[in-house]
């Protein structure tokens, strides 16, 4: 069965909105989220690592107070984009690990963002 | 820093015949790599892993060939069929994880 639910699977919003995106660990505590971006025909690109009870690790270039991650319990990461511009607009996804070690990633289903 | 890339970005293979992916990367301290397969619209979904101390492992129709000389990776699906029609990704893990390029499966019928 699933291990990670991440909703909504695709939202519409307005250009200077903000939308949450949720990504929820199914079988187990997850002390550590990855989100990534993806845009059409290219790769993953992490964003930012989620820790749980501490500020996000974000990647260079990725703005903090554009891409809000909050990680307030074991099996709940969210990703709020604030003030959404076209440029926003992405495929989204979460994934999580049982540890740091050397473990694959459990990824969700993502989230595709059109901003109008 | 370390990258992750493959050599073809497209593959296209008659059902029934062998694919093989490819992938190199830079960092000489990579030790464990992973295999993804991407359906569109979709997130990524495991398919094999090979730490450093192997270079082979199979599973179920696939194998992945680890030459840690040259810093190459690859996949080998065999009898492919036209549900392993993916983009396929590899992917470096060292605290986190990075991904190459991908490249897009097409298998024909």
């Known amino acids: 069965g699933a291990v990670v639910s991440q909703h909504p699977s695709w939202v519409i919003c307005k250009s200077g909105t903000s939308v949450k995106i949720e990504c929820r660990s199914l079988d187990f505590q997850a002390t550590t989220m990855f989100w990534y971006r993806q845009f059409p025909k290219q790769s993953l690109m992490l964003m930012a690592t989620s820790n749980e009870g501490s500020k996000a690790t974000y990647e260079q270039g990725v703005e903090k107070d554009k891409f809000l991650i909050n990680h307030a319990s074991l099996t709940l990461s969210t990703l709020t984009v604030t003030s959404a511009h076209p440029e926003d607009s992405s495929f989204y996804i979460c994934?999580?690990?049982?540890?740091?070690?050397?473990?694959?990633?459990?990824f969700g289903s993502g989230t595709q963002l059109s901003v109008l | 820093g370390e990258s992750v890339g493959l050599h073809l970005p497209t593959l296209s293979v008659q059902e029934g015949d062998n694919s093989i992916i490819n992938c190199a990367y830079s960092?000489?301290?990579?030790?464990?790599f992973i295999w993804y397969k991407q359906e569109s619209g979709k997130g990524p979904q495991f398919i094999i892993d090979i730490r450093s101390n192997m270079d082979k492992r199979q599973g179920q129709r696939v194998t992945v060939l680890l030459n840690k000389t040259v810093k190459h990776l690859s996949l080998q699906i065999a009898a492919t069929q036209p549900g392993d029609s993916a983009v396929y990704f590899c992917?470096?893990?060292?605290?986190?994880?990075?991904f190459g390029s991908g490249t897009k499966l097409n298998v024909k019928p």
């Open positions: 994934s999580l690990t049982r540890d740091r070690g050397f473990e694959k990633l459990f």
């Open positions: 960092n000489s301290a990579s030790d464990y």
């Open positions: 992917a470096y893990n060292f605290n986190k994880f990075y």
